[in-house]
């Protein structure tokens, strides 16, 4: 046999091992299966060939992130139901990152694979083959994706915190992975840390749940404890570039099993003027991002009125923290807020499919759920908002675990018995801007003469042009993309099939 037949042999074989190796579960697509033998891979991006442009394609029917490379049409002469027209003057705002959060579940899960293929795992999510996120999420002591309640000082009262310290989850589950997955991400990994409960002696009712606020005399003890945490974390050779004010603060104003502290707005604005914003700044983590809000659109903008009606709250926040499960509500309320307060920053900070009624929670292979997520992203980016991070980076075939049975999905699902783990449709909806929307790229204008498609388009720092499409009709779309500015001779004319994302890079 040739040397010449061999290597392409070796080639071909080689692109084949990094490909889907999919399996279908009854629901409408299929998951792609990684073990320790195998994982498909996405290729780090490479800018196409001058005169061409590259297309990425994820499909209901099967195809994950599948790439071609086109010429442009020297004129239109094909008739397209649908024309975008790009303009590239008009920009926006820039892409801060993409990621998912390191909860315990997430941890308890990666560490029940073979280490082979738990490194796989994390390499899916953080490596230049892989969905290259820059951002992690961590919550600050336990959450409801923990075995049980905790904080890092239960017992009796202690204001000055003498007892506080890490747990063994943060050194089994969390500390470890995030170590691992800064290091795939070669030290671009942004993190952002959040709590859900205080210690039960700071709050009024003694328990992690509510309803229920704070006491009084604790809102200084509670912002040192954001500080003590950070040192925690810094003294394991761990930084956070953003701090949330607490997750979902509603949540701890209603009758709820997740562990939380309620917050009024006033109440939040007098925190952060005189606690937390002062215990930061004046602390050696002064330069970290601080987030507010972290909780549902239906607190857009009017709490943050009320919460900025305090001007030293006001002046300490850099951003705000948006949840996905109202994501019903008008999403124009995010322009309005960014309208209100443009040197603020708005980033998506959690999301996920199969909460509460949504059952099965976890629906292995399920493309509506892939859909919902793309949508999401797509509406957010067209209305301010600078990136997405995502819920538990893995759960089990539950949605677990969860010590408050509050199973959800997720786009990796691990399944420890058979040593393997599944990435669903939502990974590869994530794909599509993740992988292709890097940190500094900037949302640009567009028009569409159509609404059966959603669409979105951004200017890479490379200069390349990345238009999203999603296509949730059952009927193929033709499209065509004109650019502004640019030479409006070539022409982009592509068929967006049903049910699919595509993204075309120029």
């Not at 738990?118 to 490596?127: D, I, N, R, V």
């Not at 992690?136 to 007892?163: A, C, K, M, Q, W």
């Not at 063994?168 to 470890?176: H, V």
Request: glycine share 6%.
């Amino acid at each position: 046999m040739k040397l010449t037949t061999i290597i392409t042999i070796l080639h071909i074989c080689g692109a084949l091992a990094k490909s889907c190796v999919p399996r279908s579960y009854g629901y409408s697509s299929v998951v792609c299966v990684c073990n320790a033998l195998h994982c498909d891979e996405i290729p780090p991006f490479k800018k196409p060939k001058n005169g061409h442009y590259i297309t990425y394609t994820t499909t209901e029917s099967g195809q994950r992130l599948q790439i071609q490379e086109y010429q442009f049409e020297e004129s239109a002469t094909n008739h397209t139901n649908i024309i975008v027209t790009i303009n590239s003057s008009e920009r926006y705002q820039k892409i801060i990152g993409w990621g998912g959060a390191f909860t315990d579940a997430t941890g308890i899960n990666v560490n029940s694979l073979d280490q082979v293929t738990a490194t796989s795992l994390l390499k899916s999510y953080y490596s230049e083959n892989g969905l290259e996120y820059n951002i992690g999420r961590v919550p600050i002591g336990g959450s409801d994706f923990s075995t049980h309640g905790y904080s890092y000082n239960d017992g009796d009262e202690d204001p000055e915190l003498l007892r506080f310290n890490l747990t063994s989850e943060d050194f089994s589950y969390k500390i470890p992975l995030i170590k691992e997955a800064r290091a795939l991400s070669n030290g671009n990994l942004k993190l952002l840390a959040a709590a859900w409960t205080a210690p039960k002696w700071m709050k009024r009712n003694g328990q992690y749940t509510g309803p229920d606020l704070l006491k009084d005399e604790m809102y200084q003890p509670w912002a040192n404890y954001f500080v003590q945490f950070l040192r925690a974390y810094a003294k394991e050779g761990i930084d956070f570039w953003g701090l949330s004010t607490g997750n979902e603060p509603s949540t701890g104003l209603i009758p709820s099993k997740i562990n939380s502290v309620g917050w009024l707005p006033s109440l939040m604005a007098t925190f952060i003027a005189n606690n937390l914003g002062p215990a930061i700044r004046n602390s050696e983590f002064a330069s970290i991002k601080l987030l507010t809000i972290d909780d549902q659109l239906f607190m857009f903008p009017k709490i943050i009125e009320m919460i900025f009606q305090n001007e030293k709250a006001k002046n300490y926040i850099d951003g705000f923290g948006l949840h996905y499960y109202w994501n019903w509500l008008p999403r124009n309320w995010l322009k309005e807020t960014h309208d209100k307060y443009p040197d603020k920053f708005i980033l998506s900070t959690e999301a996920c499919e199969g909460v509460g009624l949504d059952q099965p929670h976890v629906k292995l292979g399920d493309w509506g759920r892939a859909e919902k997520y793309a949508a999401d992203i797509i509406l957010d980016m067209n209305n301010w908002v600078t990136g997405w991070v995502d819920w538990n980076l893995a759960v089990d075939l539950t949605g677990g675990p969860t010590y408050i049975d509050n199973n959800v999905d997720a786009p990796i699902i691990v399944n420890s018995t058979a040593g393997e783990f599944y990435k669903q449709p939502m990974y590869y909806a994530l794909a599509h801007f993740s992988k292709l929307l890097p940190e500094g790229s900037q949302r640009i204008s567009f028009t569409q003469t159509s609404s059966d498609i959603l669409v979105t388009a951004f200017m890479r720092i490379d200069d390349t042009i990345v238009v999203t499409i999603l296509n949730r009709q059952l009927q193929d779309e033709s499209v065509e993309i004109r650019t502004v500015n640019r030479d409006e001779n070539r022409k982009i004319i592509l068929t967006v099939p049903a049910k699919s994302i595509v993204s075309i890079l120029y």
